[in-house]
């Protein structure tokens, strides 16, 4: 796999981001000096310090926003573990080329630009040429018998990750959000984030696309007899990279690739809900740096999803019981990421306003 050069933003997270660098200092003065009581704007000031850091600049700008809506099937969604057939994501992709899902509507609201990608449907789609194909395989193995993909193909995922990224940069794109199509990642996102987070994997097990108990009872027996025969013969089981090769998607693995990258070219990770918050999991165990550049949109209604952002000190901006994927709870917070950045831009300070600062 290649290797990614991220630039540490390491007060983003810290406690004492106050007590960093000059860059930091600088940024938190112009907040503090804004027309308005100290801290009295929350999270937005939260956010605009996170952009600044991020586009080192004290007036950040959001340019030509991206969303790649990334197709793929999983080999173990033949073990019942989804209420879903796999059919349901050549289906949907489809219906994404009318306009006619969920991400179409947000992408349009909120003025991104759409990019559908087929990196491992089990379908073909090539006579949709609103759908690009770079599709890797129909489908990845069932990972309960094997690894879901080769090293090839591994790598292969994250390359073509770098290789939307930098096809969204030509167009000017400072920030990027990534969605899924995919019957079954929610099992391999459980698996990640157990195994990454070091958890119990009924902890990481949630309903899915609507599992009833006796489903998620199914599915976490699946899961647990697929963990357990990795441990067993696999001889690095404990390597990042062979976990996310066994139990990955297609699609997750691209997602990868494209928030490595992504957080390579500085620029913003729009992060989605429970299957991109385990794809990002995953991505920091490869480089811890690639945190700093996510703002997390929401924290969605399935199982676990809350505990794997604390696993990451993370804040999401959104908490609407959502669980759709495709990228729409992130797509649903990037009006406030928006509203954080003509807050830095647009906002008077004590000092132009002809304001008594205060405090």
């Known amino acids: 796999m290649r290797t990614f050069h991220i630039t540490p933003l390491t007060d983003v997270q810290g406690e004492n981001i106050r007590h960093q660098d000059e860059w930091s200092r600088r940024i938190h ?30 007036s950040p700008k959001l340019i030509h926003p991206c969303h790649l809506l990334l197709g793929a099937d999983h080999g173990i969604e033949r073990e019942g573990v989804s209420v879903s057939p796999r059919a349901v994501t050549w289906q949907q992709m489809i219906n994404f080329t009318r306009g006619g899902g969920g991400v179409n509507l947000f992408c349009r609201q909120h003025g991104f630009e759409l990019v559908l ?3 491992g449907v ?37 390359e073509i990750g770098v290789e939307l990224v930098d096809e969204c ?29 070091q958890l119990p994997l009924h902890r990481c097990v949630g309903s899915g696309s609507g599992l009833n108990q006796v489903g998620k009872n199914h599915k976490l027996d699946v899961l647990s007899r697929a963990v357990d025969r990795f441990c067993t013969i696999e001889p690095e089981s404990n390597k990042a990279e062979t976990i996310i090769r066994y139990f990955g998607g297609f699609e997750m693995v691209v997602a990868i690739g494209a928030m490595l990258r992504a957080a390579e070219l ?19 165990r490869l480089n ?15 199982n676990g999803h809350g505990e794997m952002l604390r696993l990451m000190h993370a804040r999401p901006i959104l908490n609407l019981d959502m669980r759709l994927g495709e990228g729409t709870g992130a797509l649903c917070a ?14 008077n300070n004590f000092k132009d306003a002809n304001i008594d600062k205060y405090f």
């Open 266 to 284: 500085r620029q913003i990770i729009l992060v989605d809900g429970f299957i991109m918050s385990a794809c990002l999991f995953a991505a920091s």
């Open 169 to 197: 940069k030509q167009k000017g794109c400072n920030i990027v959000c990534i969605g899924e199509m995919g019957i079954g990642n929610t099992s391999a996102s459980s698996i990640w984030m157990s195994l990454f987070g």
């Open 29 to 58: 003065h112009k907040i503090d000096n804004l027309n308005k009581p100290k801290g009295s704007l929350g999270m937005l000031e939260t956010l605009a310090f996170q952009i600044c850091k991020i586009q080192h600049t004290l």
């Open 334 to 347: 990037y009006p406030i990421v928006e509203s954080a950045v003509r807050m830095m831009n647009e906002m």
């Open 122 to 158: 089990d379908h073909d789609l090539t006579a949709y040429s609103a759908i690009v194909n770079r599709k890797i395989a129909r489908g990845t193995n069932n990972f309960l018998w094997e690894s879901a993909m080769s090293t090839d193909a591994f790598n292969r995922a994250i």
């Open 288 to 302: 811890r740096s690639v945190i700093d550049y996510a703002v997390f949109g929401h924290c969605s209604g399935e």
């Open 117 to 119: 990608v087929d990196v």
